[in-house]
């Protein structure tokens, strides 16, 4: 039956990773794959997580299943870190109301939000941001979802397009539909919604009867703990259905654990009974049970409070070197003609950032100068580092 395969493009991302490891520059800029790096390039094991596996160690006494939902003491820790504020804890009545489930990282949290989704509104249609990460389409629309897109990024200014993503979304959208929000530092561009505007926005999906599926991959790594969940607990504060989809491979940088949570916000306590059976049973079909070991490092690191201050310290040690990378390039950018670019990169949030190059511009920023970024303008700042940053800027403007 094999012989009727055919054979499939290789990921872009998985290319430009081989691409870069094959070039012999000693120089090369990687700027492409979505991990975090430290100034010498090195995507390290945390202090708090080392520590916290230590202690998992000395005091584990079996390798038993823990469910098909996983990690309660993860489950209920990430909730209150996430929607509890500066107090850290949410209420009875929210948590009652709220069905969750431990997730193969932010991916399958995704993936379970849509499959939950089909199995509860079929006809729905999911619309996501232009630009958006490039799986979130493969992800979704493979539970048998319909996609739509709404404006997002202006190649121009760099900026939201609010208006004009509300505008779209009161033309196209239909009462029922989701829309998939990035909750902070939006991937591709870095480009993040205001307050002001997460309060418009909240009005707008009441009115018109439209459910949010927060997708937040990277919060604590834009501003702070706080402002990177602002939205999303707006929106939980005032829809009566939200999804959620987190991810612990950034801020805990926990990638190949595979840590995530998918929770959904329901009507009312018998409603969240019933999507904890359906989070279950999906589950139990696609992976059977989630992998506990990263998770329980996270509920460890959460509930101790020398590991949670460790964590936290090394949170903001990432969030503020990746803010100094930006304020240095920007400095280096601000040229005449650079000027908008400059500012932008200053502004945007997290990881990544979407300059105006075309794709023949990136390519040659590869080709000539060995600087690795999508065909998309899409940078990750953490690739960067105090040294290569003037190197770098050059070559932007230069192709530019």
Not at 32 to 57: C, F, H, M, N, P
Not at 118 to 134: E, F, G, I, L
Not at 377 to 397: F, Y
């Amino acid at each position: 039956m094999f012989e009727y395969l055919v054979p499939r493009a290789p990921d872009a991302i998985i290319a430009l990773m081989q691409q870069c490891k094959a070039d012999k520059n000693p120089d090369k800029i990687d700027l492409g794959v979505g991990v975090y790096k430290d100034a010498s390039g090195e995507t390290s094991i945390l202090r708090a997580v080392k520590q916290a596996e230590k202690q998992l160690w000395e005091s584990e006494t079996t390798k038993s299943y823990v469910g098909i939902r996983g990690n309660e003491e993860f489950r209920h820790a990430m909730l209150h870190m996430m929607l509890g504020g500066k107090a850290g804890k949410i209420d009875d009545a929210l948590m009652n109301r709220t069905a969750s489930s431990q997730a193969a990282g932010g991916s399958g949290a995704l993936r379970l939000g849509a499959e939950i989704i089909k199995s509860a509104a079929p006809d729905a249609t999911v619309w996501v941001s232009t630009p958006t990460w490039a799986n979130h389409i493969p992800l979704i629309s493979a539970a048998g979802l319909k996609m739509g897109k709404y404006p997002y990024y202006n190649r121009e200014t760099l900026g939201v397009d609010f208006d004009d993503m509300l505008a779209h979304l009161e033309a196209k959208a239909k009462p029922g539909d989701v829309v998939l929000l990035h909750g902070c530092c939006h991937n591709p561009t870095g480009a993040d919604l205001a307050p002001a505007e997460w309060d418009r926005l909240t009005a707008f999906l009441l009115e018109h009867q439209l459910t949010p599926f927060v997708d937040l991959a990277y919060f604590g790594l834009g501003r702070g703990m706080e402002e990177d969940t602002y939205g999303l607990r707006k929106v939980v504060d005032q829809c009566p259905e939200v999804l959620i989809a987190a991810s612990c491979s950034k801020n805990f940088a926990l990638y190949k654990e595979r840590v995530g949570l998918i929770a959904i916000v329901c009507k009312d306590d018998a409603t969240a009974e019933i999507a904890r059976s359906q989070l279950g049973a999906t589950q139990r079909k696609i992976i059977s049970m989630p992998p506990d070991h990263g998770a329980k490092l996270v509920a460890d690191i959460l509930g101790d409070t020398e590991l949670r201050a460790m964590w936290v310290e090394e949170l903001t040690e990432m969030r503020e070197r990746m803010r100094d990378l930006r304020r240095q390039l920007s400095e280096a950018l601000n040229v005449q003609g650079g000027e908008v670019m400059a500012a932008a990169v200053k502004n945007q949030n997290g990881m990544f950032s979407t300059l105006p190059l075309s794709v023949d511009q990136a390519r040659k920023l590869r080709s000539d100068y060995s600087i690795y970024m999508t065909d998309s303008g899409r940078i990750n700042i953490a690739g960067a580092n105090d040294e290569n940053i003037p190197r770098l800027a050059e070559a932007i403007l230069a192709v530019l």
